[in-house]
């Protein structure tokens, strides 16, 4: 925590701060800190006063109880805050901890002063922590088949894929250790992940070339493939296979490609994940190693699309309704390109193709070892840029800002995106293990940002019970923005003028036809709303405009949606593609204890749930499609009781 501290002054997040325009934003991160470090019963204020921070977590005991420790040194504020720890507690008992100079019991958990370190957890037998081997600012060590086990435990009854995906990629690795130093020149790290390496192999430099210039973020890893699939393939074949698409199963199924284990196994070189400039968010592509396997199930998968099959120095649109970007597969060299980068893609496959990567990349190759298996770099100033129209209107977004101190947040955005340097990072496999190194960049940017969404009230969603907060992810994340995309691709154009209706949630998940374009299902939602329409343990229903000043909900019927345009001609189908509202709220007592809606405007209102189903103009109490929402907004940041 010291050298934190010490390098704050010099750090890129301090200099951001530096100026005029950012004076309100250092107002409220003073008035933030000065608050904190004087609330000692506070656990955030125990932070900011700590000179060094140990968090441990050894998963379950026999009886399913988790065993944590967490530790401080607190130094001379010790006493003070430990005792203010307990006094806020109902009801605490003395213990007897070897060592201690005090120590308690609450709630099962243990609380100690070893001198000015404050350790508390449980069991006892934890406190106080050791010392952890190393030097650095930050140091970390993990286990990675526990933290697996977790991640399994957390979300398996609820996100069975994700639980074996996790668990089959952690398969083969142990013990993770690494330290990070910083300093107001920026940070370097290194580490060791212990465990099966032999999926991996050295880097093909030649791929660099192919980067473009402009890239501002590549990661870059030699694969062996059919090792690779020996230590892991089996436990994921499974997860993907049981939440693969009928598109993707159905070229799995090709004898061509031989299932997933083909497609894996005859992987074998340097795969390239680059991200490029964009407006509103940054370009993705990713560069393959071709070879037959491949070439046949992107055959495949053209065909099936109806979609040409590129030649060398060729590219073409793969069609991937799923998908929010269109996406371009160019093939030349020896490699496949997907993209979602236009002008990459044509330069790539083109004969204009530069042959030189830019300074990021020339960077990176000129600072990690011959030997590199793994490589990566970033631009953090350049990321922050092509990402400023979200974060403009997340900061927009902000309660309890006025707009200055908004305005002296992105005038600070903008300035931190001039001063980051670029990061740097590469592994080696050797001796059963990863070793790996990096430099660069700035650790102490994120880790305030994230510090400060923990401190100030309004940045937050607060503690919004679980069903509750999955529920409006759902509705802004998922829903509102594929309503968005369906509108504008005109997925259903009932009176052929080129604008396009909302959608059903039916359509918007492909369970139901559509009447214009009749193309292979969306499946832009979640996997979930492809059976029904619960998730997350809420219920979602989608309203549109019946064009009589009523509503309509998903129809009955399968098949396409009955048409409203009659008498009063395009103007009915005007209204569909203006309005729409669509609810959430809890599939059964117990879930969750308010209903939330959202409609075209993007802002989510909420209310306390009756326990029945919403009318379609529940939102507007009882109203029409013109009057404003009668329900509050869902403030970021309001604390649930």
């Not at 996100?159 to 089959?168: G, I, S």
């Amino acid at each position: 925590m010291s050298g934190l501290v010490r390098g704050w002054s010099g750090s890129v997040l301090q200099r951001a701060l530096d100026g005029p325009a950012s004076a309100p934003v250092r107002e409220i991160l003073d008035r933030m800190l000065s608050e904190e470090r004087t609330r000692l019963p506070d656990a955030k204020g125990l932070l900011l006063a700590a000179r060094s921070l140990r968090i441990r977590c050894d998963g379950e005991d026999d009886a399913g109880q988790p065993v944590w420790a967490v530790q401080a040194d607190l130094g001379t504020r010790a006493p003070q805050a430990v005792r203010s720890l307990v006094a806020g507690a109902r009801f605490p008992w003395l213990r007897a901890v070897a060592a201690a100079d005090e120590a308690w019991q609450i709630d099962g958990i243990a609380i100690a002063r070893f001198g000015g370190v404050v350790s508390c957890g449980r069991p006892v037998g934890l406190l106080p922590l050791p010392p952890l081997p190393g030097r650095g600012d930050i140091r970390v060590r993990s286990d990675v088949q526990a933290c697996a086990a977790a991640v399994r435990r957390s979300v398996g009854e609820d996100r069975p894929v994700l639980a074996a995906v996790v668990e089959a990629l952690a398969a083969g690795w142990g013990r993770i250790e690494a330290q990070v130093a910083q300093t107001s020149a920026g940070s370097t790290w290194s580490g060791r992940l212990d465990g099966d390496i032999g999926g991996l192999r050295p880097l093909d430099r030649a791929v660099l070339a192919e980067l473009p210039g402009e890239a501002i973020g590549v990661v870059l890893i030699g694969v062996d493939g059919r090792r690779w699939w020996a230590g892991h393939g089996a436990a994921l074949a499974a997860a993907i296979t049981a939440s693969a698409s009928a598109d993707i199963a159905a070229v799995l199924a090709d004898p061509a490609v031989g299932g997933l284990q083909g497609l894996v196994s005859a992987c074998d070189g340097t795969i390239a994940v680059v991200a490029t400039p964009g407006v509103p968010v940054p370009g993705f592509s990713i560069l393959l190693p071709r070879g037959p396997v491949l070439d046949a199930s992107l055959k495949s998968w053209c065909g099936r699309r109806g979609a040409a099959f590129p030649g060398d120095g060729a590219h073409v649109l793969l069609p991937v309704p799923e998908l929010p970007v269109p996406v371009l597969l160019a093939r030349a060299r020896g490699r496949w390109l997907l993209s979602s980068d236009a002008g990459f893609a044509a330069s790539w496959s083109g004969s204009d193709r530069r042959s030189a990567s830019g300074a990021l990349v020339k960077g990176l190759a000129d600072r990690a070892p011959a030997e590199a298996c793994v490589m990566a770099a970033w631009d953090g100033g350049a990321l922050l840029r092509s990402a400023a129209g979200l974060f403009a209107d997340a900061v927009a977004g902000l309660r309890g800002m006025d707009g200055d101190e908004r305005q002296s947040l992105l005038a600070a955005a903008t300035r931190l995106s001039t001063l980051l340097e670029p990061a740097r990072q590469w592994a080696v496999a050797r001796d059963g293990a990863l070793d790996i190194a990096g430099e660069g960049g700035d650790l102490l940017w994120p880790s305030a940002v994230m510090a400060a969404a923990l401190s100030v009230p309004g940045w937050i969603e607060g503690s919004i019970p679980p069903a509750e907060a999955a529920a409006v992810a759902t509705l802004r994340s998922s829903l509102f923005q594929a309503q968005l995309r369906f509108q504008a691709d005109a997925r259903v154009d009932q009176d052929g003028d080129g604008i396009g209706e909302y959608g059903f949630l039916g359509e918007l998940a492909g369970r139901r036809p559509l009447a214009i374009r009749k193309e292979a299902a969306l499946r832009q939602l979640p996997a979930e709303f492809a059976n029904g329409d619960v998730s997350v343990g809420y219920r979602f229903a989608v309203w549109l405009p019946d064009g009589h000043g009523g509503a309509m909900g998903e129809p009955a019927q399968e098949g396409v949606r009955p048409s409203i345009v009659g008498p009063g001609g395009a103007a009915d189908a005007d209204e569909q593609e203006s309005s729409y509202v669509i609810y959430a709220w809890p599939a059964a007592e117990g879930i969750g204890r308010r209903i939330f809606a959202i409609d075209q405007r993007g802002q989510v209102y909420e209310a306390l749930w009756d326990g029945q189903e919403p009318r379609w103009n529940s939102l507007y109490d009882g109203g029409g499609w013109l009057d404003e929402p009668a329900w509050p907004a869902l403030k970021r940041g309001a604390r649930r009781r």
